[in-house]
């Protein structure tokens, strides 16, 4: 059985994943899901309970920075690229996220909604040691062949 060929493909699928739940997330609070929209109104307000510790001026810029960082978690995921990074991101976020709704609603909250596990999904893909099917895969291949060509430039300019 080859493991490394089901890492693979579990990595790209954790990939896809995150970034799907990023994109429903994101598509959902700015109304682009037609009537299975929150919508923005209704996301400040639910952003407004969840961050119940921040004061209300603050509501609105968290709001916004989030919905930048998922919309771009989501992107860089999908495409595969600075996959390490992003996911990294991506787990600080959620388990923010996670903290943050414990400490206003409780534990069952995050884990009736999975934050933890999205968080920790997150984090194990940041930990992963190649992204097969990806920009960062193709940008790898491309610094190891220039790398290949410079040596054989090198050698061959010796003799």
Avoid at 15 to 44: E, K, P
Avoid at 58 to 80: K, Y
Wanted: hydrophobic fraction near 50%; charged fraction near 15%.
């Amino acid at each position: 059985m080859n493991m490394k060929r089901y890492q693979d493909t579990a990595t790209l699928l954790l990939r896809f994943a995150l970034a799907i739940g990023f994109l429903s997330a994101v598509s959902s609070r700015l109304g682009l899901l037609c009537t299975h929209s929150s919508g923005w109104t209704n996301f400040l307000a639910y952003a407004g309970k969840v961050n119940s510790f921040l004061p209300e001026s603050m509501v609105m810029l968290f709001a916004i920075a989030s919905t930048i960082l998922e919309g771009g978690f989501a992107l860089l995921l999908l495409m595969g690229y600075q996959t390490r990074w992003a996911s990294a991101g991506a787990a600080g976020l959620t388990l923010a996220f996670a903290l943050a709704m414990t400490y206003s609603f409780g534990l069952k909250d995050p884990l009736d909604y999975s934050v933890f596990a999205f968080s920790a999904g997150s984090f194990l893909l940041s930990t992963m040691p190649q992204y097969c099917w990806s920009i960062d895969e193709l940008i790898l291949k491309k610094g190891n062949n220039t790398k290949k060509a410079n040596m054989y430039e090198k050698a061959n300019y010796k003799k």
